[in-house]
């Protein structure tokens, strides 16, 4: 019985030690969290209703992009692009696609581009690039956030 009592008095001095340390604030846990999380990357891409139905990820998100990619071209087939730059065959669109299920798309030149007008082409693109298909955003931790990406556009096929 002493040897008991020896040995529960020994483990409760030894676990003092456990309960004297500091607890770390809310917003030490708070920030100790927010730096183990991988902001570069999200936890489900953007999708269109036609792509929901896949359960896989990586085709789901093949789904995504040929969807953009088709409607983008086909948006951009009856336009004059090609006809004011027949040398232009691709133009990069950087798409922005926001939380609030809205896109915007900006063309991306090269910075010492002066063989286009880059204006032009932008009101173009605003112009024809409208009255998408709903899309829903991507997400970090169940909640919709911000994405963007470059996307090439094929504008006229040979």
Do not use: H
Request: proline share 6%; with cysteine; hydrophobic share 40%.
């Amino acid at each position: 019985m002493k040897k008991a009592l020896a040995l529960l008095f020994l483990i409760l001095i030894s676990s003092c030690q456990y309960f004297g340390g500091e607890v770390p604030s809310k917003k030490e846990l708070l920030d100790k969290e927010l730096n183990a999380i991988n902001w570069n990357e999200v936890d489900e891409f953007p999708s269109f209703s036609e792509c929901d139905k896949i359960k896989d990820e990586r085709m789901q998100k093949q789904c995504f992009f040929e969807f953009l990619t088709q409607t983008i071209q086909e948006k951009l087939t009856s336009d004059t692009l090609a006809n004011l730059y027949p040398e232009l065959d691709t133009i990069e669109v950087k798409v922005t696609v926001f939380p609030n299920s809205t896109m915007k798309f900006e063309p991306q030149f090269p910075k010492d581009s002066t063989a286009y007008d880059t204006i032009k082409i932008d009101s173009i693109l605003k112009f024809r690039l409208v009255n998408f298909p709903k899309v829903n955003p991507a997400t970090k931790r169940g909640l919709p956030v911000k994405t963007q990406f470059i996307l090439p556009v094929i504008i006229k096929s040979e």
